[in-house]
C-alpha cells in the first residue's frame, strides 16, 4: 500500500508564498512520477505540476508557469510545491498524486495514489 501525506498549506495574502510538502511512504518510489493537482469549490481537479523522480523532467500548467516550482528529495521520499506570487485564484484544495509510469501526465486518471489534500487559501 502508498500512503501520500500532504503539509504546508494554509491562509497567506495575494503576492505571498506557501511551500507545499508530499511525504511518501510503503513503496519505493524510484520509478514514480509525482504531481500536484488542485480543486476549488464546484470546480473540477485540475493538473499543476508534475516531476519524475529519476531525471527530475518537470511540467506546468500555463496558469502556475513561472510562479510555482515543484522538486524532489529522494532520499526523503518527499515531493514540494513551492508557490509564490500567490493569487486569489490559487485557492483549492491541493492534492499530492503519485504515477505508476515513468512518464509526467496531466490527467487524474493516471495516477494510481493520491494524498488526502491540503488547503490553500490566498485572501485579496
Known amino acids: 500500500q502508498v500512503q501520500l501525506v500532504e503539509s504546508g498549506g494554509g491562509l497567506v495574502q495575494a503576492g505571498g508564498s506557501l511551500r507545499l510538502s508530499c511525504a511518501a511512504s510503503?513503496?519505493?518510489?524510484?520509478?514514480?512520477?509525482m504531481g500536484w493537482f488542485r480543486q476549488a469549490p464546484g470546480k473540477e481537479r485540475e493538473f499543476v505540476a508534475a516531476?519524475?523522480?529519476?531525471?527530475?523532467?518537470?511540467y506546468y500548467a500555463d496558469s502556475v508557469k513561472g510562479r510555482f516550482t515543484i522538486s524532489r528529495d529522494n532520499a526523503k521520499n518527499t515531493v514540494y510545491l513551492q508557490m509564490n506570487s500567490l493569487k486569489p485564484e490559487d485557492t483549492a484544495v491541493y492534492y499530492c498524486?503519485?504515477?505508476?509510469?515513468?512518464?509526467?501526465?496531466?490527467?487524474?486518471?493516471?495516477?494510481?495514489?493520491w494524498g488526502q489534500g491540503t488547503q490553500v487559501t490566498v485572501s485579496s
Open positions: 510503503g513503496r519505493t518510489f524510484s520509478r514514480y512520477a
Open positions: 516531476i519524475t523522480w529519476t531525471f527530475g523532467s518537470s
Open positions: 498524486a503519485a504515477d505508476s509510469s515513468h512518464y509526467i501526465n496531466t490527467a487524474k486518471n493516471d495516477y494510481d495514489y
